[in-house]
């Protein structure tokens, strides 16, 4: 039977960060074998050494599985892809500064930063619900198959990275077979299912969702920033798994074992996700199931993951009134958004209706149209201070010495509100337009580069 029995709760909280790894390589030999990796691929892209580092790490790392567990997800990846990152992002500067000498001391002034974000992606959770990995893989395979040339190289990564990790869930099935542990028996059956099919039941929901998000955000380092619309996302799974003979309390169980996994995590961000708002048919998404999250979650008194609440007036009093009382009691990791304001918002920017019912939100509170764009919201950063002092000195920086922003008057000359905020706005405008244009010349540059040691 699966229950939050104190055995769960202590392993999860307390080794669970300490995990012991078996089934791998040594770390040497896994740093060794990365290495290798890079040095052997030295002509190719960067999509390229990164799908091979990443397939490699999964096939070789250890692994930790323990019968006082209910999911796998550990891996003992020693950051070596967030090591090759930076040797990656070291040659994404140097093209720009090749491109434009003043890169490195115009950002150096902090009136705007411009470069890669890693820190706000999130996957289509819906798309990979509905396919799972191997689904994934089988249709990566197909487009590859069918694929014109020049889009082979892409769906060729792509097929690497996914049959990587079916390869991975291969490799905990044999782990947990050989522990033979009622638990390690139950998980291995799902890591059997979803090596095969997409998941079935709220458990491989909940079994896929870790296991991505450890991939993606702490193996690549590709920054995971929101689970999505999880009272959407689980709900049909929850309902469906009663009706199969589930009990309530054991899925209520699977869940809080869920969030003590991502709070053991220690992330440096919470990871969100999302309750309430609308549906991509435009119904409200709100349920008794949204309610439920939000107990199971006040009951674990933690801070990690946090939750998006979309408010548009229309939700229960109960509702508000329980989380209003968790806040009061210390558990703040709660953030209204509202939602008719966002899709006003959006709808302005020209989107369309059907297209902003269901937008996410990512990150802290940024809100954007699921499946249409990607955030990236820190690939340009403003600093609304440091403009106003390049206002102030006629777009002199007096920290760097330089001519950072355009003449835009004397301070003697700036005599009234009017006349200051009119060069504030020529300061803020021109440090929007040099960040965009070193992400602009930092991708078109990068289509045509390779990497070089």
Known sequence: MIELNEKIRNYIANEYPKAEFAGGVSAAELKNGVEAVYESNQNETVSRIRARAFAYVLQNAGLCVSESDYFADKIDHGDLLRNLRVRFVKHTDEILTAEDDSYFP????????SGLDFGHTTPDW???????????????????AACPREQKPFFEDVVCVYSAVVDLLKRYIKLLRADGGENCLRLAKNLESLAKNPPQTLYEVLELTLLYYNLENNLECQYVRTLGKADQLWK??????????????????????????????????????????????????????????????SALNIFSPKIHIKYD?????????????DIIRGNSSY?????????????????????????EVIGCY??????????????????????????????????????????????????????????????????????????????????RKRVKK
């Open 106 to 113: 115009d950002r150096e002034s902090s009136a705007f930063f």
């Open 126 to 144: 819906e798309r990979l619900f509905s396919l799972g990995f191997a689904g994934i893989l089988r249709e990566a395979q197909a487009r590859l």
């Open 236 to 297: 049909p799974y929850y309902e469906n798994d009663l009706k199969n003979g589930w009990r309530e309390e054991e899925l209520d169980a699977l869940i809080s074992a869920f969030f003590l996994r991502l709070h053991a995590m220690n992330l440096v961000a919470n990871i969100p996700l999302c309750l309430g708002g609308l549906d991509k048919h435009g119904n409200r998404a709100y349920s008794d199931f949204s309610f439920k999250i939000v107990k199971i979650y």
């Open 313 to 325: 007036g229309e939700l229960p009093e109960d509702f508000l009134e329980f989380i209003c009382r």
């Open 335 to 359: 953030l209204f958004i509202g939602d008719e304001t966002v899709r006003k918002s959006l709808l302005k920017y020209g989107y369309a209706k059907n297209e902003v019912y269901d937008y």
């Open 366 to 447: 940024e809100p954007y149209p699921a499946r249409i764009e990607l955030t990236s919201t820190c690939n340009g950063i403003i600093s609304l201070p440091k403009n106003l002092e390049l206002a102030l000195n006629d777009g002199f920086d007096p920290v760097t010495k330089r001519q950072i922003g355009p003449h835009t008057g004397k301070p003697a000359t700036l005599c009234s509100f009017e006349s200051l905020f009119s060069a504030y706005k020529h300061q803020l405008a021109n440090s929007c337009e040099r960040a965009i244009k070193y992400i602009k010349l930092f991708y078109s540059k990068e289509k």
